[in-house]
């Protein structure tokens, strides 16, 4: 068992995370999110090209559809065997993003049809996504984050006492937080799928972190009176290869999947990878450090409260 000073360190933990987090907020205010179609509305075209095309060939298309469309970040990826690409896009009147016209479609695929050869029948499908649906999923993914939080909080206070659900939801706050950082960064589309990766991570992030209370409850029942600061660090010593063990194996199983994995199941797995990332990180150093600083102050105001002797 190692014999490390997590709370000792607990303030180094606070600075970096809040540094990325601050990065985060910078980038957002620059460059904003990278909604893809399902948040913004537009339209998604699919296109066999009968050729896998290369990283080039995909930023000239991306290219060609901006000049046409007016599409300021327009999607090209590839699908199923590569030879078949699906094109992301929308029209701009003002700042009202719409779909795509059927002028407009016709002209971006008779372009590409001439670069690279294409029949009419090549053009599989298209499909419109009104900026209605693309609200109301906007508010139902807030609405499923905020329902899933306040339903932990709820289950944590009564499985534990309040204070270890508050700090635990604080955490999964981080972690959020953090893998949008990542997006707002690196520019990576926003997209449904991301919602469904996002639910996933708060649901590994909770349970990593409950084992690190559990064992906190279970050992101050055993320990008794010992000081809180080494009654918090044995408990993270006693988990801390545990919750490192089953991260490893989640990653590297993450890992595989987003290098051999169709785009569909990239896009799943690297918000996935990023926020188990962040949850071991949240569940060992922020959530637990958050809890025992809250422990530490009640613990002097009720001192601080009790009468002196005369």
Known sequence: MTKIDFMGKRKYFYIVSILVMVIGLISYFVQGFNYDIDFTGGTVLEINLHKVPTAQEISELEKLTKQITGTQTPIVRKVEDGKKIMINAHEVHGKKKTELSKQTRDKLFAEIAKKYNLKKEDLISYQNVGAVVSSELKSQAIWAVVIASILMLIYIA?????????????????????????????????????????????????????????????????????????????????????????????????????????????????????????????????????????????????????????
């Open 158 to 310: 009564i499985r534990f006492e309040f204070r270890f659900g508050t700090t635990a939801v604080v955490a999964l706050i981080h972690d959020l937080l953090i893998v949008l950082t990542v997006y707002t960064l690196f520019r990576i589309p926003l997209n449904s799928t991301f919602i469904a990766a996002v639910l996933t991570v708060l649901g590994y992030s909770i349970n990593d972190t409950i084992v690190v209370f559990d064992r906190i409850r279970e050992n101050r029942r055993i320990a008794g009176k010992m000081d809180l600061k080494d009654l918090v660090n044995l408990s993270m010593n006693q988990t801390i290869g545990r919750s490192i063990a089953t991260a490893m194996s989640v990653i590297i199983v993450l890992v595989v999947l987003y290098i051999m994995g169709v785009q569909s199941i990239k896009e799943f797995a690297f918000p996935l990878l990023i926020g188990v990332i962040s949850g071991t990180y949240s569940s060992i150093f922020i959530a637990t450090a958050l809890w025992f600083d809250w422990e530490l102050s009640t613990r002097k105001k009720k001192l601080q409260a009790k009468p002196k002797r005369a």
